[in-house]
T-cell receptor, first 112, second 114 residues
């Protein structure tokens, strides 16, 4: 059974801080790992990672995958209050199909 | 505008009643999914459908049923057999043609059963 574990469960920081969110996974025949941001309702897509060691970057957010150690990290630099959200990590199954197994999420709160 | 719509946003029901949650997409996606989210937790897969007239159970299908008669629509029925139906329900879709798994989510329906 596929498994995704995220840490920490929650995090409180102040604006301007840098945060690192962790996601470890177990899946047979890894295909990809996805990061989503969930504010109030629908999760919105951030990154998809398929190759080890290659950083994906979008503004102050970046993510990297380590296929050997089976984890990914999501970094947010110079945090802003608008970064406050639940960050979800997910993997599809190793066989065909796009249904996702999600981790429990990390709740980030950025204080002014 | 292309996207996924879910209705209603909030739904209140009495225990013992079946209730159907709507999910429609105009993205021309082949695959559609239903997830459940409980407070402070991640998403858990209820049912998914990769093609019209076909669907598969996810991790927590007991007490739920679905249909996929049209490509655009994937309604979820929460039956009275579901022991803890109060939750936030999210519908998603993805283009089956891609080899990867990016999913697009609807705004969700918050169901409260008393």
């Amino acid at each position: 059974e596929d498994k995704v574990v995220q840490s920490p469960l929650s995090l409180v920081v102040h604006e301007g801080d840098t945060v690192t969110l962790n996601c470890s996974y177990e899946v047979t025949n890894f295909r990809s790992l996805l990061w989503y941001k969930q504010e109030k309702k629908a999760p919105t897509f951030l990154f998809m990672l398929t190759s080890s060691g290659i950083e994906k970057k979008s503004g102050r957010l970046s993510s990297i995958l380590d296929k050997k150690e089976l984890f990914s990290i999501l970094n947010i630099t110079a945090t802003q209050t608008g970064d406050s959200a639940v960050y979800l990590c997910a993997v599809p199954p190793g066989n065909a199909g796009n249904m996702l197994t999600f981790g429990g999420g990390t709740r980030l709160m950025v204080k002014p | 505008d292309g996207g996924i719509t879910q209705s209603p946003k909030y739904l209140f029901r009495k225990e013992g009643q079946n209730v159907t949650l709507s999910c429609e997409q105009n993205l021309n996606h082949d695959a559609m999914y239903w997830y459940r989210q409980d407070p402070g937790q991640g998403l858990r897969l209820i049912y998914y459908s990769q093609i019209v007239n076909d669907f598969q159970k996810g991790d927590i299908a007991e007490g739920y049923s679905v249909s996929r008669e049209k490509k655009e629509s994937f309604p979820l029925t929460v039956t009275s057999a579901q022991k803890n139906p109060t939750a936030f329900y999210l519908c998603a879709s993805s283009p089956q043609s891609t080899g990867y798994a990016e999913q697009y989510f609807g705004p969700g329906t918050r169901l409260t059963v008393t």
